[in-house]
């Protein structure tokens, strides 16, 4: 699944580099490298850097007002088929959300755009 998942959120990041004429503030959406297998020392490294377990794939940072609630940003998790957050992205997710960030799980790039249309207005 995760090749999907990675062929689901390059689609999207196509869309929003497109769609950055329409909106600019497409253009500070951004991926987040958390996932994948790693060499060892490279993932040591990484983990060194900050890297965490869970957190979201890709982050907006663009503060709105959705009906009627005021949020930070938006933070996306991709997924692809049948396949579920795990207990470290639902406890990001929760986490996220308490600080005042829109967080969800999209099923595919068109999710996701439906989702950040909606945020972005």
Request: with cysteine.
């Amino acid at each position: 699944m995760k090749n999907l998942e990675h062929q689901e959120q390059v689609a999207l990041m196509r869309w929003a580099e497109y769609q950055a004429r329409n909106w600019p503030e497409l253009a500070l959406l951004f991926a987040i490298p958390n996932g994948g297998a790693r060499h060892p020392a490279v993932a040591g490294k990484l983990k060194a850097e900050g890297v965490k377990a869970g957190v979201p794939d890709l982050f907006l940072p663009v503060p709105r007002n959705v009906q009627g609630i005021a949020f930070n940003g938006l933070f996306i998790e991709m997924k692809a088929g049948r396949n579920k957050p795990t207990m470290a992205q639902i406890e990001w997710h929760v986490r996220l959300s308490q600080q005042g960030y829109r967080v969800a799980v999209c099923y595919g790039w068109e999710a996701a755009r439906n989702l950040i249309t909606e945020y972005l207005g």
